[in-house]
């Protein structure tokens, strides 16, 4: 069977769920048979819970997430191989001896990396009792655990490692059709332990990610710009507050919101005069209107001034209420002009910087060199940024697909699936 095709298909049906927490981590799919599944000895799903949290323990214990969804499974089994009835007078007890085994398996051949068993023994009132002081005993701290999966996790990063240029045609194919969130999503399933090859996924990703921003930049100012046409000036905005300075639009966007603030602004310094043309009576509602005007736009004198004229007309407790109404108002339009003077500040620093590369003494290529050293500094630190901002939205992107995956695995038996399928048959 073609071995590429599997894991194609593995790939979107599992790897897309992984738990956003585990970004970065090698992870092993934790499968568990159903509740009193006959070839697990019947047991309950508050016993089986309790075998989950023990492999979950596992895992953890030993540098491996246990949450994700990936092309590596780790399922449990379980062989009662002897049971033993004693009466002690008052009671009967029964003895429960189990052999408790661990499998770690890749899903796209089969292929089992990893696998250990210990012995159990419990002792209860009766069958389910001593099966539950079986689960009880085992012993997450046991080197055998800590031995498989030591050795399955050198062989999960040579798998990786083998793969690593697959990994990033596939990642290509996707960018090709201008799909990069998936592109973006094939590479960081790349544990951070892979580092020849982490190192290579992270340099794409970011190139990538860059390439999905401007997309989407494009798209939302593209949207802006059909909302103002539509006079839908809140709207317009809304898609603009989002463009982040790294984005190559930025400036265009901000320009834009510009204009929609000097527009908001003379609309609702309008709508305030109206209100307070109304006296007293209309002081909370020109209160809000006034809120709405920045500070630094074309009509905030203007805006000041009726400001001044109304809290000079009201008494102190009047005051103290339409200075509640105005600051409640207040806090978006100082999200919206912080934007702006972002926006301005970078394109101030952007003209400094290019007058600086222009002068030729010695005194300012010292400086200049400072400010390739800064300039550095900035790229480690915008390089960080954005691997956290990759990581968010691939998070977000494997979360939601989790639930879906997450509903369809309820339609069959995966624990069946996992341990009977052999692929390199």
Same mark, same amino acid.
């Given at each position: ?37 006959? #070839? ?22 030993? !540098? ?14 379980? /062989? ?16 429960? $001896?189990? &052999?408790? =085994? ?11 990396? !990893? ?23 085992? #012993?997450?701290?046991? =080197? ?18 083998? $793969? ?34 982490? *190192?290579?996924? =992270? ?6 990610? *860059? ?30 507050? !989002? ?24 609309? /609702? ?12 009576? !209309? ?14 736009? &074309? ?31 207040? $806090? ?5 002009? /912080? ?5 301005? #500040? ?19 290529? &010292?400086?200049?060199? /400072? ?11 915008? &390089? ?42």
């Amino acid at each position: 069977m073609n071995i590429v095709l599997l894991f194609t298909i593995f790939f979107n049906s599992f790897l897309i769920a992984q738990n956003p927490s585990d970004l970065g981590k090698i992870t092993l799919h934790i499968v568990m048979p159903t509740d009193q599944s006959t #070839n697990f000895a019947n047991l309950k799903s508050k016993e089986l819970n309790k075998v989950r949290s023990k492999i979950t323990s596992i895992t953890s214990r030993n !540098g491996i997430a246990g949450s994700g969804k990936g092309n590596f499974v780790i399922y449990p089994t379980i /062989n009662i191989y002897d049971e033993e009835k004693m009466s002690t007078g008052m009671d009967n007890l029964v003895i429960v $001896r189990a &052999e408790f =085994s661990l499998v770690i398996k890749e899903i796209n051949n089969g292929q089992i990396y !990893g696998s250990c068993s210990v012995e159990l023994e419990g002792t209860g009132r009766d069958r389910n009792r001593a099966l539950s002081k079986c689960i009880q005993s085992i #012993n997450t701290r046991d =080197s055998e655990f800590k031995n498989m999966i030591e050795g399955a996790k050198a062989k999960i990063i040579n798998y990786y490692e083998s $793969r690593c240029n697959d990994i990033q045609e596939e990642a290509r194919s996707h960018s090709k059709r201008r799909d990069y969130l998936s592109a973006i999503s094939t590479l960081m399933q790349v544990p951070n332990e892979v580092s020849s090859c982490y *190192n290579q996924i =992270s340099a794409k990703s970011i190139e990538y990610y *860059n390439y999905y921003i401007e997309i989407e930049c494009q798209e939302n100012l593209s949207k802006a710009k059909v909302a103002k046409a539509k006079n839908n000036w809140d709207e317009a905005a809304e898609y603009i507050i !989002g463009i982040l300075p790294h984005y190559d639009c930025y400036f265009e966007a901000m320009s834009m919101l510009k204009e929609i603030e000097d527009h908001r602004c003379s609309v /609702n310094l309008g709508k305030a005069e109206g209100a307070w043309s109304k006296g007293e009576k !209309g002081a909370d509602e020109a209160a809000m209107y006034l809120a709405m005007i920045p500070s630094d736009s &074309e009509c905030s004198k203007r805006a000041t001034e009726i400001s001044n004229e109304i809290r000079n007309r009201l008494s102190d407790l009047e005051k103290r209420n339409w200075d509640l109404e105005y600051e409640k108002y207040n $806090r978006e339009t100082l999200i919206i002009e /912080n934007a702006l003077k972002h926006a301005q #500040n970078m394109e101030e620093k952007s003209i400094d910087y290019q007058h600086t590369e222009n002068m030729k003494d010695k005194q300012l290529k &010292e400086q200049k060199e /400072n400010n390739i050293h800064s300039e550095n500094m900035k790229s480690k630190e915008v &390089e960080l940024e954005n691997m956290k901002q990759i990581r968010k939205l691939v998070s977000s992107v494997w979360e939601s697909k989790a639930e879906i995956a997450k509903s369809k695995s309820k339609e069959k038996d995966e624990y069946n699936y996992y341990t009977n399928f052999n692929y390199s048959e």
